[in-house]
C-alpha cells in the first residue's frame, strides 16, 4: 500500500523553527522527486521546496535562505527544516512524491506561526 507519512508540525512563535518530515512507504520505489507545499487559508497550494535526484534542490524564494530540503534515501524520506518562521508560514504542509509516472500526496501537517 502507498503511504506517504508526515510529521513535525505544530505551534511555534515566530523566529522559531520546526523540522518536517515525509517517510514514504517501500512501494514507492526510487522516488524522482520529492517535494513540500503548503496552503494558507484562503489561498492555493504553493510549491515551497523541491529535491530532484537526490541532489538538486528548488527552494521558492520567499523561503530561502531560511528553509532547506534535504533526502534520506535509505529511510526513503524527505526532511524540510524550517528556521525563522514567520507568521506568513503559517498553512498546511503536504509532501509529494514523484515516482514514474505517478505523484502522491501526504495528508498535511499544520503549521502554525504565532505568538
Known amino acids: 500500500q502507498v503511504q506517504l507519512v508526515e510529521s513535525g508540525g505544530g505551534l511555534v512563535q515566530p523566529g522559531g523553527s520546526l523540522r518536517l518530515s515525509c517517510a514514504a512507504s517501500?512501494?514507492?520505489?526510487?522516488?524522482?522527486?520529492m517535494g513540500w507545499y503548503r496552503q494558507a487559508p484562503g489561498k492555493q497550494r504553493e510549491l515551497v521546496a523541491r529535491?530532484?535526484?537526490?541532489?538538486?534542490?528548488y527552494h521558492a524564494a520567499s523561503v530561502k535562505g531560511r528553509f532547506t530540503i534535504s533526502r534520506d534515501a535509505a529511510k526513503n524520506t524527505v526532511y524540510l527544516q524550517m528556521n525563522s518562521l514567520k507568521p506568513e508560514d503559517t498553512g498546511i504542509y503536504y509532501c509529494?512524491?514523484?515516482?514514474?509516472?505517478?505523484?502522491?500526496w501526504g495528508q498535511g501537517t499544520q503549521v502554525t506561526v504565532s505568538s
Open positions: 529535491i530532484v535526484s537526490g541532489t538538486n534542490t
Open positions: 509529494k512524491v514523484d515516482a514514474g509516472s505517478r505523484s502522491y
Open positions: 517501500r512501494s514507492i520505489f526510487s522516488p524522482s522527486a
